[in-house]
């Protein structure tokens, strides 16, 4: 991407993210977002189709960051995967206000560009031979396996991040210690405690 369109990106990114702490993503407008960035509408157009594209664009971008991190880790994958955890954890923190209303019961887009996200991730620890899934199930093809544990992964890490940001002060080692007792044996993760 070419300087002047990466730095757009940038001030729209922010912008929107800035917007979106508070008020609903629903509620944002192009022009709002535009202006808040110092763009024209037409340029906002060059990045995204609508606000939530934008901010779920802007979201994923910090979510990619880490798992480029977590993918260039050479640590066990157990370590690798906990300390991503905390780091993905951190990243909602910062975004707080917009996870909190944005989740809230099924979460819409936002809960499905989480899932996606860590979908991705299961996939990309999969390919790379980090994690392998140990699971057997009479009649079932591994990659049936692979995609079904992924999603169960997925959904079940979004619905624990929803309730975790039901408290009123969410605190990364609590989420933690119940999030890596629920896993299963199957996926590596640091034990609690």
Known sequence: MDPRKQRSRDRLYAAALGLAAERPVSSLTVTQIAEAAGVHRSTFYEHAESPEVLVQAALTAELDALRAELMKDRSDAATAVTTVTEGVLRHILRHVDLYRRELADGGGGLHAMLSRHFRGTTAALLER????????????????????AARFLADGTVGVIDGWLRHPDPRVEDF??????????WWPHRPPG
Do not use: F, H, N, Q
């Not at 031979?129 to 079904?148: F, H, K, Q, S």
């Open 129 to 148: 031979g980090r994690v392998e899934i140990r699971v057997d199930a009479d009649g079932t093809a591994p990659g049936e396996i692979a995609d079904a």
């Open 176 to 185: 933690l210690r119940l999030y890596l007792a629920l896993l299963p044996t």
